[in-house]
Every structure is written in structure tokens, then in C-alpha cells.
């Protein structure tokens, strides 16, 4: 079970709304006064989470596992995706150089966070 779906059956209960009344999920939120999406939610408290470890001393264990390399190689296969490549570097880097002043990190975090996330393509049958 998907986050996504989790969070608006949640809403839907709460909001004793039922599949059967064809309400979208955007209008349950809308109705709810709950805009964000719970994937939105997540991507802000991990852009939270990075700009407290940028403003770290760089002696400290979370600043040193984030930005630290290992020596050797991995195992033959697919190679894992680290936890700061599920981000665009451009933003990355952007967010580096605010980390230092919160309240523009703050507004970016925000703004970042509030972008849309890209819609499924259509089905082929037109659902």
C-alpha cells in the first residue's frame, strides 16, 4: 500500500467520504483544508532534515555519513542510490549555499516543496 493511497483514505475517512460518491482526492483535501499531499509533507521534512545537517559542524556524525565517501568498490549489480541523489543537484547546491541563513532556507524549502508533483500519463483505455 502506497503512502499516497493510505494518506487520502485517511482523509476520506475522516471527511466520511465514501469511493462510492466520486470525490477526487484534490477535493477531499480542498474540503479538508489540507492542500498538501503527504508526499509534499515528506519532501519538506527531508529538505528540513538536509539544511540542519548543512549548518552542522563538519566534525559531526550526521554532516560526516551525509557528505562522506566510503573507500572500495560495491558489489556487481545495480549501485544503490544514496539518500541525497532522490534530490536535483542544481537544488542541492542552491540549498547548500542558504543553509547558513534560515529564513531564506525556510522560504525555499517552502517553495520547493510546494511544487507539483508530475501527474500519471493517461491509461491507453482514456481512464
Excluded at 466520511?16 to 515528506?42: F, M
Excluded at 559531526?60 to 568498490?73: F, N, Y
Aim: aromatic share 4%; net charge positive; hydrophobic share 30%.
Amino acid at each position: 500500500m502506497s503512502a499516497t493511497y493510505l494518506h487520502s483514505r485517511c482523509l476520506r475517512r475522516i471527511a466520511r467520504i465514501t469511493y462510492t460518491e466520486h470525490v477526487t482526492n484534490e477535493e477531499v483535501r480542498r474540503r479538508l483544508k489540507s492542500p498538501d499531499t503527504i508526499l509534499n509533507k515528506i519532501k519538506r521534512q527531508q529538505l528540513r532534515w538536509l539544511g540542519h545537517v548543512k549548518r552542522m559542524d563538519h566534525d559531526r556524525r550526521p554532516k560526516i555519513s551525509l557528505e562522506g565517501t566510503i573507500d572500495g568498490s560495491r558489489p556487481r549489480g545495480r549501485p544503490s542510490k544514496r539518500w541525497i541523489e532522490n534530490f536535483d543537484q542544481k537544488r542541492i547546491v542552491e540549498l547548500t549555499r542558504t543553509a547558513h541563513n534560515r529564513t531564506t532556507y525556510r522560504a525555499l524549502v517552502n517553495a520547493l516543496s510546494k511544487e507539483v508533483a508530475p501527474k500519471r500519463p493517461a491509461r491507453m483505455d482514456g481512464t
